[in-house]
Structures are given as C-alpha cells and as structure tokens.
C-alpha cells in the first residue's frame, strides 16, 4: 500500500525538542522531493519545509529556520524533522506530504505537536 | 498572511455552481508556476483536488475544475453537493521567497 505513516508527536514545553518521522511505503521513495506542512488547531495549512531526492535542497518557511533540520534517509524510506527551541505557535499537526510541486498528491494521517507548560 | 489570497467563504444550495478565487501575483501564480487545488473536510487529511490547474486525480468527481487567469487560479465547483461542505486551499511556489504557499483557505458551505 502506498502511504506515509508520521510518528514522533507529543506534548513539549516551550523551548523543548522534538523529532518527528515519517516512513514511507509502496513507493519509490528516493525518487520524490518530500515536504513538511502544518495546520495549527482551526488554522489553515502551513508550509515548513522541503528536502530534495538527495537531500542536496534544502528550503525553510522563514518562522522556522534556525530551529528545524529537515533531513531524509532513503536507504530507511524516511523523511525526519528535528525541532528545536519549540515555541507556542508550533503547536499543530504535522503532515508528512509527496512532491508538492507536482501536486501533493500522497499526504500523512499527521503527527500532533502540543507546545505547553 | 498568506502570499496567495482566497475568500473565507462561499456558499450556495444543493446543484448551484460556486467559484473560489486564489490572487497572487508574479512571483507565484503569475510566473510559471503551477497552482493546485486541496480539499479539506473537518477532521480529515488534505486531498489534492486538482493539479497543474485543471488537471483531476483519478477518482476525483468531474463537477471539480480548475483554470488560471494571469495571476490568479479559480476553483469551481459545478452541481454542488452537501459532500462538497469543506475547506479548500490553493498552492503553488513562490519564487521570491524560495518558498512553497499555500492559500488562505475556503470554507464552502452547502445551503
């Protein structure tokens, strides 16, 4: 079956880490650029971050550079998003998502984020 | 805010044709990026609606299309059905942010 499947979610205070992962299956893995999106509780989407097939690309919404390290092993099928100093508002969900220059047409259930004291 | 504007709502009854709009401009839509179209019903996962502008997924019922007009994207929605009560969001890429966007968000509602 193809799917991504997101792990890793929690609740973290603020100023905390977190390392969420997502494996894939039923696909070539290695072939497609992979994605990091989040909505936050009754928000709209929210690009994060993005990461090439051999992770030579690397791009950030400006909110998080500094903080998250997007990285990807394609001998696991695995995409991961390390997050550091964690405020309030990166509590959301976090979707794992396929290629979203050609349409992302492969989306995670979603991993959720608490950030609280 | 968001780089690419949609309205926070439209509705219309059961059969009725309705239209969402998506704005950017020429870093986005209006260069040669494409636009593509998520549906979002409350509580589920995002599923890509349209892609390339006007291009259907399998499965994806044909009452959905897409089309573009300079820097701008519209969604529309041709017979609409209760099923159709959701929220929908336009995406491309932003070349002057290096950036991937997503629009605002659409709540559609079925009188």
């Known amino acids: 079956e193809v799917q991504l499947v997101e792990s890793g979610g929690g609740l973290v205070q603020p100023g905390g880490s977190l390392r969420l992962s997502c494996a894939a299956s039923g696909f070539n893995f290695d072939r497609y650029s992979m994605h990091w999106v989040r909505q936050a509780p009754g928000k709209g989407l929210e690009w994060v971050s993005y990461i090439s097939t051999s992770s030579s690309t690397k791009y950030y919404t400006d909110s998080v550079k500094g903080r998250f390290t997007i990285s990807r092993d394609n001998a696991k099928n695995s995409l991961y998003l390390q997050m550091n100093t964690l405020r309030d508002d990166d509590a959301a969900i976090y979707y794992c998502?396929?290629?979203?220059?050609?349409?992302?047409?492969?989306w995670g259930q979603g991993t959720t984020v608490t950030v609280s004291s | 805010q968001s780089v690419l504007t949609q309205p926070p709502s439209v509705s219309g009854a059961p059969g009725q044709r309705v239209t969402i709009s998506c704005t950017g401009s020429?870093?986005?839509?209006?260069?040669?990026?494409?636009v593509h179209w998520y549906q979002q019903v409350p509580g589920r996962v995002p599923k890509l609606l349209i892609y390339g502008y006007t291009n259907r997924p399998s499965g994806v019922p044909d009452r959905f299309s897409g089309s573009k007009s300079g820097a701008s994207a519209s969604l529309t929605i041709t017979g609409l059905q209760a099923e159709d009560e959701a929220d929908y969001y336009c995406?491309?890429?932003?070349?002057?942010?290096?950036?991937?966007?997503f629009g605002s968000g659409t709540k559609v509602t079925v009188l």
């Open positions: 998502v396929r290629d979203l220059w050609s349409g992302g047409d492969l």
């Open positions: 020429r870093s986005n839509i209006g260069a040669v990026y494409d």
């Open positions: 995406q491309s890429y932003d070349s002057a942010l290096s950036n991937y966007v």
